[in-house]
Each structure stands twice: as C-alpha cells, then as structure tokens.
C-alpha cells in the first residue's frame, strides 16, 4: 500500500534542446528538481509511524467516553471485570461489540502469552494504543502518497510536516474511539479518491460508518458525489449494497450474541441520536464557536488556513499541482488525466469533509471535541494545499516589485519561519497536556500488583471519576472501581454483573435520561481500600471521605501524590502550551493523590 511512485524528472525523454526551464514552485524550487527530492512513501510512514508511536506512549485519556464506553467493555470481554454503562444494557443496546471485538486480539495478546494479569492488562493497553498509532499512520502515509503523486513536493511535505507535528492528531490517532476508527477510514477513502479508485472508497466509507462512527457518514457526502461521476452507478449502487451487507452482516450477529436478541445497535443509536428518541443535549450544550476555538487549541494556525483554502485555491490556481509531463505518469489505464485544473478540483473535494462535517456539528446542540477528530487528517491536507497557494501569490506580487532571485528568498524565508514556529507550537500543546493532564495515567501504577483469586478490592473516585483511565491501569483482577458521592448529578456507569446476564442484562439501575442513580455509588468511603482524589493547595481533599461519626482524615495514608493543573487558577496561555521554565512558574497545582485506607486490627487490608 505504501509502494512509492516515482515521478519522472520533467522533461524526460526530450532532447537537451527540447527541455523548457520549470517555473519556481511557491518555495522557489523548481518542478523537476523538486519531484525527484520528494520524501518517499516508506520515509513518510516511517515519521508518521514515529509521531503516532510518541502518542502511544505518551498521550493521556481526552474523553471519559474512551473509558467507560469502550476500553472497560473491553476490559470485561478480556479480563471479566469492567464498568458497564446505560448504553450497553440490552433495553437499549446503543453500542456494538463488533467495535470492541476489532480491538481484542492486540488488547488481549499479552493474557494468552501467560503474562500476570497486572503486567498483562497494561502491556495490552499499551500494545492496543500502538497498533491505533501504526493503522492511524499508514492511512496518513497513503493520502500523502497520493498527493505527492499529483500535487507540487512543497504541498506534499508541508502536508508531511502538519501530521507529524499535529497536537490535534497527537491526541486523536491513538484514541479508542469510533470517530478516530473513521478518522482512518475517511483518511483512506480520501487517499482513495485523490487516486481514482470509487469502490476502495465506497468501502471505506461502509466501513467508517457501520462499523465506525455512523453520523460521520455526512462526512463523506462529498466522495458520494463524486463517485457518481467516477463509476457507473448501477456498477457503484450494486457495490455499495455489497459492502453494506458485508459490514452490517457481522455487526447485526454479534449484537445478537451479546445482547440475547434480535437487535441493530447502528439503528438503536440513531433513533436515539438522530431520528428523535433521544436527547443527546442532556449530556451538554456548548456555543456554535465550540469547534473553533477547539480547532485553534489544537492546530493553532493551521485552523485559519484551513478555511482559507477556497480562496486561496482560487487565486493560485494550478500553480499547487505538478506539470502534466509528470502528473500524467501517476494515471493508470482506464483512468482520465483531468490535466491541472482537475487536480484543484479534486484537491478540493478531498477536503470538502472538512466544511460539511464542521457545518453538521456545529448544527447540533451537543458538542464534543472528539466529534471533530474525523476530519483531523484533511485539516492538515487543506492547511497545507492555503500555505503553499498563499506562498505562490506572495511569491507573484514580491516578483512583480523585487528580483526573483529575493523574492523567492524572502518567501523562502518567511515560509520556513512559519513552519518550524508552528511545529513547534504544536509540539508545546501536545507537551503541556502530558505534563499538566498526564496524573490519572500514572497514579493507579502506584497500586500494588495483586495476583491470584480472593476478595474484591475497591478503588475508589468521587470528583475525579471522569478521569479514570481504565481497569487496564488497574494491577490485579481483583481490583474494582467504584464510586463515591460527588458533586456530579448525573448517571454513572455500574459493574457489569454476570449474576444478572452480563452482557443481555437489562439492569434496573440504567436509564436514557441521564438521571443519577443511587445504586451507582459506593455505599461509604469507609468500605474503600483506596481513594483517589484532588487535593487543594491548602491541603484539603476534595472528596469528603468521612461522613458524620465516622474516622476522619487520619485513617488515611498517602500512597503516592502527582502535580495536576489547576484549570480555573492557571493562566489560559500556560495551562495550554507548554513553555519550559514558565508554565512551572506561573500553572497553579493540585495534588493527585492515591490514599490507602487503614483499618482496624481486625479489619481486613487490602491486598490482604
């Protein structure tokens, strides 16, 4: 898939006295130098292969949705223990388990080699986030394969540079989450599409929405419309219903094997979503600038050139694309050469995504910033296609008033002051969310690994439950999370219990009104045998652990303690990026602390 295609010096096969002089690119190299000296396909997988295992290692948890709706039901399929939530009570069966099932051969891997299961489950996790990174790459070296192919060098690694320094791309290709599992399949249908291939991306685009994110099907809207005018369409019509009945197939039998009956999730969630069943507004409401300002957080100046594009695309016109001697090389047999004003065309309904599925969230009431992870990767395409049509113009109106020669330097200049600051104020956000929010990944590491069978443990949050990373963080099966009272009022997820049938349980605590329920929470802090909570900077916890008449503080001890930031108390510009030496100074803290509950003598310890 990754097979480079040269292209051929231009001029090629013409006599010395034949050969026209190329004109500059927007960055002042000419067209056959620089289409010989693009980055091959291998290189490029190799970098974004780089950036995406750097996020393996070291991105945190963004979304308690990864948690709770998918990495614990993963955690139960594995191990037999994990939180269950409203969605996947058999009464409404929201979720499919064809999702989760994708996953477990990796997540589980570690188990069947005969690992301890404290070892095991966090090398499976850590294992799983590696190989989202690898598939999140190897779409991402493909959409660049095909633009080098048929667009200038400068647009291809410009396009290169964004997704190996994206912060928004650090956080999204290794989230367990079905708008990231479509962020790759609209990543390679637009490869696909730049390509010339209608039925890879037909099947894509199934695959994304079925077995993916459904809603995101507005997404690829755009390819719909041009496979119509790429393939015949009883041809594209009878595919399409081919790919549907290969995906929905296995997605509708494996809901029934774990949900004990006949049931569809993919249209349960959008009768509830979508259709009216539901109101996805009870768990939020945000501004239509929501995506905006989440967009400028996590690719800060790529966001503005991004909406550029049209205009930029217009006024540059065909200077983004190669000469046709070498364009031409990269159409198959079979295939049309639309020559250059085509490929903008084409450039532009690549990116198209990005304008429909940013108009179709910002519509809806509920916002979240996973929602925009879907179009991540042509944020960076479309991004990159404005720079290097804006260099183009800057290069034409300087040429008009200085030498070429200076010109092409200053844009050079100005171009590549551009790209190392905005990399590296990419970099700097994706810093400061492992360095300010990094806490909740490490703080259940410092619990002790517990083998073998007995009685449960219970690990216990309040405040802080939403950032739970997982029972895969978790050392020893019999550890259990629960939770204690907090100031949050809505409905928290349960143990899945097999008493009650598992996974074709409908228990009596779920609800699809996100109303609290009392059967939720842990009796007691006083029955915890450890405590994870928030400590302010005066030393007090958060989390009230003692109600009336019961011990107090000091029947707890202090495990282990990690600097968190202080959202409401830290200037917003440090709190976001990371500046050596400055964010420590002026981010306020709380301490993340792990407490160990003490008992009585004729109590039971924990780990006991």
């Keep these: 898939m990754l097979r480079q295609r040269h292209a051929p010096r231009e001029g090629a096969g013409q006599s010395s006295g034949q050969r026209r002089t190329p004109r500059p690119t927007a960055t002042g190299a000419t067209g056959g130098a620089a289409?010989?000296?693009v980055v091959p396909a291998r290189a490029a997988f190799a970098l974004l292969a780089l950036a995406r295992l750097a996020s393996a290692s070291f991105n945190i948890i963004h979304d308690c949705d990864e948690t709770f709706n998918y990495l614990e039901p993963l955690h139960y399929f594995l191990h037999g223990s994990?939180?269950?939530?409203?969605?996947?009570?058999?009464?409404?069966?929201?979720?499919?388990?064809?999702?989760?099932?994708?996953?477990?051969?990796?997540?589980?891997?570690?188990?069947?080699?005969?690992?301890?299961?404290?070892?095991?489950?966090?090398?499976?996790?850590?294992?799983?986030?590696?190989?989202?990174g690898l598939v999140s790459a190897a779409t991402e070296a493909w959409l660049y394969r095909a633009v080098a192919a048929r667009y200038r060098p400068a647009l291809a690694h410009c396009l290169l540079l964004f997704l190996c320094a994206s912060s928004g791309l650090f956080a999204a290709s290794t989230a367990m989450l079905p708008s990231s599992f479509t962020m790759y399949a609209l990543t390679a249908a637009s490869a696909g599409m730049m390509e010339g291939r209608p039925y890879f991306v037909i099947l894509a685009a199934a695959i994304g929405v079925v077995w993916g994110w459904c809603v995101a099907?507005?997404?690829?809207?755009?390819?719909?419309?041009?496979?119509?005018?790429?393939?015949?369409?009883?041809?594209?019509?009878?595919?399409?219903?081919?790919?549907?009945?290969?995906?929905?197939?296995?997605?509708?039998?494996?809901?029934?094997?774990?949900?004990?009956a006949w049931t569809v999730s993919l249209w349960n969630f959008i009768r509830y979503n979508v259709v009216g069943g539901?109101?996805?507004?009870?768990?939020?409401v945000e501004d239509a600038s929501f995506y905006l300002r989440n967009g400028l957080n996590n690719f800060q100046f790529l966001v503005p050139l991004a909406l550029l594009l049209p205009v930029?695309?217009?006024?540059?016109?065909?200077?983004?694309?190669?000469?046709?001697?070498?364009?031409?090389?990269?159409?198959?047999?079979g295939r049309t050469n639309t020559g250059a004003s085509g490929s903008v065309l084409r450039l532009l309904v690549c990116v198209a995504p990005v304008f429909v599925w940013g108009a179709a969230i910002t519509a809806l009431p509920h916002k979240e910033e996973r929602f925009l992870y879907v179009v991540y990767p042509l944020i960076c395409l479309a991004a990159a296609a404005s720079?290097?049509?804006?260099?183009?113009?800057?290069?034409?109106?300087?040429?008009?008033?200085?030498?070429?020669r200076a010109a092409a330097a200053l844009v050079q200049s100005v171009?590549?002051?551009?790209?190392?600051?905005?990399?590296?104020?990419a970099l700097s956000r994706s810093a400061a969310l492992v360095v300010n929010y990094g806490a909740p990944l490490h703080i259940y590491q410092h619990l002790p690994t517990?083998?073998?069978?007995?009685?449960?443990?219970?690990?216990?949050?309040?405040?802080e439950w939403h950032r739970f990373p997982s029972a895969f963080f978790l050392p020893g099966q019999r550890y259990r999370l629960q939770f204690i009272k907090s100031g949050f009022d809505g409905l928290l997820p349960h143990q899945f219990n097999d008493s009650q049938g598992g996974t074709r349980a409908a228990p009596p605590y779920f609800n699809d009104r996100n109303q609290e329920e009392p059967a939720n929470y842990w009796p007691s802090a006083s029955g915890c045998d450890y405590v994870v909570s928030l400590r302010d900077e005066e030393g007090a916890l958060l989390d009230t652990l003692a109600a009336e008449g019961e011990e107090g503080a000091h029947a707890w001890t202090q495990v282990a303690s990690l600097p968190f930031v202080d959202q409401a108390r830290s200037p917003p510009l440090f709190r976001a990026f990371y500046v050596p030496g400055l964010s420590a100074q002026r981010n306020q803290r709380y301490e993340y602390v792990l407490l160990r509950r003490e008992r009585g003598s004729g109590a039971r310890r924990a780990g006991a």
Excluded: N
């Design 450 to 463: 517990v083998e073998g069978t007995g009685p449960p443990i219970s690990v216990c949050t309040g405040v």
């Design 415 to 425: 171009a590549a002051l551009f790209l190392v600051g905005s990399s590296l104020l």
């Design 387 to 404: 720079f290097v049509a804006l260099c183009s113009l800057a290069g034409g109106v300087l040429g008009a008033v200085l030498p070429r």
């Design 312 to 333: 930029a695309a217009a006024l540059a016109g065909t200077s983004l694309c190669l000469p046709r001697s070498s364009g031409s090389a990269h159409v198959k047999p």
């Design 82 to 132: 994990g939180m269950q939530t409203w969605e996947y009570s058999s009464q409404f069966a929201l979720r499919s388990w064809l999702y989760l099932l994708l996953h477990a051969p990796v997540a589980g891997a570690p188990a069947l080699l005969g690992l301890g299961a404290g070892r095991a489950k966090l090398l499976g996790f850590s294992m799983l986030r590696a190989a989202l």
């Design 217 to 260: 099907g507005f997404a690829f809207l755009p390819y719909a419309l041009w496979v119509l005018t790429a393939a015949p369409l009883l041809c594209s019509v009878g595919w399409l219903l081919l790919c549907l009945l290969g995906t929905l197939g296995p997605l509708v039998l494996v809901d029934r094997h774990f949900y004990g």
């Design 35 to 37: 289409a010989s000296a």
């Design 278 to 284: 539901g109101d996805s507004a009870l768990y939020g």
